[in-house]
């Protein structure tokens, strides 16, 4: 609702209040609309201020009524009754000003914003355009560049930039309230002719047939098969050809289309998945809001390689004191130079403080001994952390949190190297770990409640979306990735070409195909994996070349590592590049020769494959295996899963997520397609229906929101 109140005695206050953000619910937007006939109607009211409860504006919409009937007063007319008044009506952005929240201050004659103040419209984030006039307001008042930059990106704006695009009037240090009451007094009575911008001229310039081509160009190369930012363009460009009143019609055609469509659902589950999952829980009961997290000042990073070293700039950047440890002296010192070098660039890039004075470098393990956490961070190498642990468990002092930085090893096996294995969690990190934000919290059988609690809230501190998952092969996203990647290799084998996989991949969204993702990654990281676990058997022939323990076994990866071919850095993988470290991917005649005598020599005849089976086989692997998860109770809901592809695994966000995919897809879809290829590829273990998408599709398969219920609890772990 708002609440109305007058402030002396000549300006009337109008105070959005829909915790937490004051989003415009259908009682706020009626609110707003009954406060401001009271103002306009109250004689004694010269001019009128708008402004959000507890210090902020408005987050915009009410996205958790997108999906139901839509009541109370529209926005765009209350917006317009805004603009329309015959009284100054001045906006007092603090905190946020976002969507729909910044449409309404651009209703308003004058905007007033406390100096820490955002301001945005993300509508595209959420699969929409600003549709209660913001593509026609914004570009008149900024122009149609910067209008174009801030609408199709959805970024939120600081307060100084704001002011100096044009956005805001005057910018505050103290109460933005305040500051526009004084600022109402002072226009009361004045013109408010040059002040509604929906009355400005369309923006004109000579090169904006230009200007629009460019930013139609950047937002299909960045926004793979995402339509909004195209339809944003199409908005926006609707401000330059008509006038205000037809534009308004396009803008709401466009936005009818965007509502309705799979992509804003999409978009919108996400948004909410990526909060949900900070409300963790795990099969044996323990839970984010009975779990307190142990305070932690001082954190310890163990290893200083590529991952070490950015996870020492994410933990000073979060204000903690960091004791970095390398053990070669050699090395110490070029990390030390390259994480100062990191930590410079992304001080200049997020405009903060520089935190190199947070870092203090050692060579000695000993100097971990009075930290509140410790993060190892060496080579993937069991052997190596569990002597590591034995280590830690006898340095540090008691309490202190022990967390391995993995991508797939089992948290359990360290955990009982050390004398609290309650205290052991793991911390998978994406690379490049200052940039990436998934986290992975990886719980063991011992870990306790208050150690994933405050690895999650670790994570939180470090700017990262935190997942907590349960202790498996690869955990959730690893784990999910083998039948992806086994799939994507049993395609070569029958006839495709990596490049024919990822065009598939990449149309329907992927930033990069599984095969360039391979080669930026390096082939030798599975190869390693796979040789620990037994699976390369260099040399073999025949059938048995082709197996592994009973399933169906591709060891193409295999035999490009055997010839050096590891990717961009060797400058050859499934693709050739350039030069060892080149980035620009091209098909490969050599590759295409080496299959062709790979199939010829285990007597495979090849054959067309079209799009769609590369593409469901691929996906549906992927799903399945993130159904087994479900079950495993690895992830607590499908809401993990989907914030875990979508941030660490390119996984298109417009998708929603693979688990999302699936329901929008159809889960009856999905088995059919699955037990198809099951039986036409009996000993392709990743292809059989796991019993939860059986159970689901049996039961008119529910919305996603439902799943959870029919997961059975796996026996108390914790
Ligand atoms: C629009 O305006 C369209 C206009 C045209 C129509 C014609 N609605 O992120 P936080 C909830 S579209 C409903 O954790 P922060 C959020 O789910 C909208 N709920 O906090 C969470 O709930 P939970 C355009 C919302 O301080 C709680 O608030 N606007 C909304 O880190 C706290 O959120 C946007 O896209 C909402 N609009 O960040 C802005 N916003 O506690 C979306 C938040 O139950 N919001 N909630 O989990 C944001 O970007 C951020 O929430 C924030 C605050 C920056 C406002």
Known sequence: MAFYSRVSGSVGVITLQNPPVNALSAAVRQGIVDTMHRALSEPEVKSVVICGQNGKFCGGADIREFGANMRGPPLVPMIHLIEAAEKPVVAAIEGVALGGGLELALGCHYRIAHSKARLGLPEVTLGLLPGAGGTQRLPRLIGVPAALELITTGRHATAAEALQLGIVDEVTDHSAVDAAVKFAQSVAGKSLDARRISTYPRPRSPDLAEIFEKAMKEVRRSARGAIAPVTCVQAVHASVTLPYAKGMERERELFSTLFTSGQAHALQY???????????????????????????????????????????????????????????????????????????????????????????????????????????????????????????????????????????????????????????????????????????????????????????????????????????????????????????????EEGATPEQVDQVLEEFGFAMGVFKVSDLSGLDVGWKVRKADGLVVPGSTGKSARIRGGSRYSPLGDLLCEQGRFGQKTGRGWYQYDKPGGRVAKPDPWLHGFLEEYRARHGLVARRIDHQEMLERCLYALINEGFQILQDGIAAGPEDIDVIYVLGYGWPRHRGGPMFYAGLVGLDKVLERLEHYHQVYPDVLGLKPCSLIRKLAASSSPPIHRWREFIQKPRSQL
């Open 270 to 492: 996400y948004f909410f998945a990526q909060r949900a999952v900070s409300r963790w829980s795990t099969p044996s009961g323990a839970r984010w809001d009975t779990s307190k997290p142990r305070p932690v000042h001082k954190a310890a990073v163990i290893g200083l390689g590529t991952m070490g070293r950015g996870i020492s700039v994410s933990l000073a950047q979060a204000g903690l004191s960091v004791v970095a440890v390398e053990t070669q002296e050699k090395q110490l010192l070029e990390a030390k130079q390259a994480v100062s070098g990191m930590l410079e660039r992304s001080a200049k890039r997020r405009g903060v403080p520089l935190a190199d004075d947070k870092i203090k470098y050692n060579c000695s393990v000993q100097a971990v001994a009075d930290a509140d956490l410790v993060i190892e961070a060496v080579f993937e190498d069991m052997a190596l952390k569990k002597t590591i642990f034995q280590q830690l468990s006898g340095i540090c002092k008691p309490g202190t949190l022990l967390c391995t930085n993995t991508s797939g090893l089992d948290i359990d096996e360290l955990a009982s190297q050390t004398q609290s294995p309650e205290l052991v969690v793991g911390m998978h990190f994406f690379a490049p770990a200052h940039v990436m934000k998934l986290l992975e919290v990886v719980y063991g059988p011992r870990s306790s409640p208050e150690a994933l609690a405050t690895a999650m809230e670790m994570g939180k501190k470090m700017g990262k979306v935190s997942v907590a998952v349960g202790n498996c092969r690869g955990f959730v996203g690893n784990r999910m990735l083998k039948p992806y990647l086994e799939q994507a290799f049993f395609l070569l």
